[in-house]
């Protein structure tokens, strides 16, 4: 029997104590453009979000605003579902940590952990970044402008002596380097997999998995003094939402083992060591992949409250449009990278590429068809196809199998690139053929020009839903693509464009932005 043909993705849960900003914005974008892929080709697709919940940050925040942890958590969590609304996020689920569902989880994985021996009490002393939520080596730390200890992330830490739980991540060093080397591609990029392998080769001290210094948290299955380590939990979540600890249900035998979790530089360590060391520890199987991405800095400086530089994901989507940001969010850095974002380069690139490179295009063509052709798809002869003509369709029709092995890497980048080079195709041989002057001198070459056009625009269309999938959606009402015929299924001949069919009045789909000066002043 073929493999069932299965993608679950997750983004990391977000701490609710921050205002949703880009960094949110990307991680969630980048996810939402594999799901929506993924569901164009095929797959049965999981894609879960959603908001980590507990840990001694929240607690003291909600301390500040006067309110029970709970209620603040229910309030804040909400800016978090309305930014994957306002983006058009696709996911499936939206978990909270606070959920009924992920305590049993927590709890049932504790509870495996601990009859396998994985998990013993101790006592535990040592230096605590609360903003970082984790524990540092003295080695690790410098001083900061007051003389206060700081971790390597700039935040502050504090001594703290306490009795905890331990796991024992200190025998699991052999069996993660194993696992790496059976599974070459399960953390990436490259780059990424050398930094965790030489964390491990740098030795694993067991890690402490419990608190009993405040309250805000999930309580240790047996032991009330105690609430698990806030990363333990909100790892967990991943789990919880296939149904776990019903390992029966039919979603955890359908998603777990995730295909992706996608996360930040900054917490690549939790996932690729932490967690599968709970999961094989706990005799699940490990994620598929961990993808660490890169930062964004803002017009060159890095983004932090304190600079005042945040930048707000519903600011850029009034200003520049929703399809233009999630363009530019992965076409600008090589997925991976770091990268900056500056209002200059965002214009650049929603006028070069979005406004003329591809919105000319079909503008151009798709008017032509309106004037020239009756409004209707073009005629068209098989057996009329010059070799130009068969290698700009060749090019499209190629389309699928070269970005769908990009999307595999999380090439983000490159598979625009892919399509962008068909679409300056395009634009070249409108330029050689010259269509508009094919109309008096042979208006049957003239069709059959036009009706190549079409059908690269339906294939450029197709293939960029998921990226911008309003835009596209609109290029494809003016193909007159019926909804069911716009998965990758209709990629290639198979659907072409039938001619005869008629067209609907042709609308540009990308405005140009103006430069606006002050936008500039505000941001740079
Ligand atoms: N709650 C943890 C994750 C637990 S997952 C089991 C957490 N939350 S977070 O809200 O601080 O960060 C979420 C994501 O935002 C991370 O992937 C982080 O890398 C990303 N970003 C935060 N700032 C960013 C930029 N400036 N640029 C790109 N991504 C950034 O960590």
Redesign the pocket.
Known sequence: MAEAKRFYVT?????VN?SP????A??TLACDVLARFKRLDGFDVMFLTGT?EHGQKVEKSAAAAGVAPQDFTNKVSQNFRDLADFMGFSHDDFIRTTEERHKKACQDIWKRLLERDEIYLGSYAGWYAVRDEAYYAESELTKNADGAFVAPSGAEVEWVEEPSYFFRLSNWGDRLLAWYDENPDCVMPKSRMNEVKSFIKGGLDDLSVSRTSFKWGIPVPGDDDHIMYV?MD??T??ITATGYPDLESDKFKAFWPANLHM?????LR??AIYWPAFLMAAELAPPQRIYA?????NEGEK?SKSLGNVIDPIDLVNRYGLDQVRYFLLREVPFGNDGDFSHRAMIGRANSELANDLGNLAQRVLSMIAKNCDGRVPAMDEAAFTADDQKLLGSAHDLLEQVRAHMDAQAFHEALETVWLVIRAANAYVDHQAPWKLRKEDPVRMEQVLYTLAEVIRHVALILQPYMPESCGRMLDQLSIAPEHRSFEASGPAQALKSGTELPKPEGVFPRLVEDAENNEDNG
Do not use: Q
């Not at 983004?11 to 701490?15: E, G, K, S």
């Open positions: 983004t990391p849960i977000y701490y921050d900003h880009i960094g949110h990307y991680t980590d990363w909100a790892l979540n991943y996360v930040g530089k900054d917490i939790f996932h991405h890169g930062w964004w800095t983004i």
